[in-house]
T-cell receptor
Framework: QKEVEQNSGPLSVPEGAIASLNCTYSDRGSQSFFWYRQYSGKSPELIMSIYSNGDKEDGRFTAQLNKASQYVSLLIRDSQPSDSATYLCAANTGFQKLVFGTGTRLLVSP | DTEVTQTPKHLVMGMTNKKSLKCEQHMGHRAMYWYKQKAKKPPELMFVYSYEKLSINESVPSRFSPECPNSSLLNLHLHALQPEDSALYLC????????????FGSGTRLTVV
């Protein structure tokens, strides 16, 4: 079982819709979770971090964490074509060790 | 300064060459990382330096040799690479405490011919 799992997609949503990206992790000891956005040919960019159960909102982005279910999600409201990218979920599976999921490709159509 | 700077951006090298990748940050981060990313795959951890000391080596072949001359600089020395080592090499840095996200550099696109 992979440590961090994501559906590879693509997830297609129309402009203005809510995009919902999901991630599960296997290590119950993981305490910190991150969402990175990566455009094709570019490096990952940190967009959200979450450590506690519940929701965390930042602008159009909301991260959700459920440690009992070992589940992390990212909601993008009012999706824009510029949000089209691969979204990587990552978990701290040990001190100094950040493990990435395979990423979900998001396509937002105008 | 909130950036991690990597040079060069692109590198083509032969299998008998020796080259180095460089990474620099001035955010006061005490942990620095090398990741390797193949096309359509997630980044894979190679090395971690904490307070200028190598703390994690993810069983990386010895043809990759990391070096941390000081708290702001990280190098990756390359020697006798194989074509399958062609990838995007990413440097990252973070505060050296649990729960902090990494800041990535723009990467070096390496092609081994």
């Amino acid at each position: 079982q992979k440590e961090v799992e994501q559906n590879s997609g693509p997830l297609s949503v129309p402009e203005g819709a809510i995009a919902s990206l999901n991630c599960t992790y296997s290590d119950r000891g993981s305490q910190s979770f991150f969402w990175y956005r990566q455009y094709s040919g570019k490096s990952p960019e940190l967009i959200m971090s979450i450590y506690s159960n519940g929701d965390k909102e930042d602008g159009r982005f909301t991260a959700q964490l459920n440690k009992a279910s070992q589940y992390v999600s990212l909601l993008i409201r009012d999706s824009q074509p510029s949000d089209s990218a691969t979204y990587l979920c990552a978990a701290n599976t040990g001190f100094q060790k950040l493990v990435f999921g395979t990423g979900t490709r998001l396509l937002v159509s105008p | 300064d909130t950036e991690v700077t990597q040079t060069p951006k692109h590198l083509v090298m032969g299998m008998t060459n020796k080259k180095s990748l460089k990474c620099e940050q001035h955010m006061g981060h005490r942990a620095m990382y090398w990741y390797k990313q193949k096309a359509k795959k997630p980044p894979e951890l190679m090395f971690v330096y904490s307070y200028e000391k190598l703390s994690i080596n993810e069983s990386v072949p010895s043809r990759f040799s990391p070096e941390c001359p000081n708290s702001s600089l990280l190098n990756l020395h390359l020697h006798a690479l194989q074509p399958e080592d062609s990838a995007l090499y990413l440097c990252a840095s973070s505060q050296d405490r649990r729960g902090t996200g990494y800041t990535f550099g723009s990467g070096t696109r390496l092609t081994v011919v």
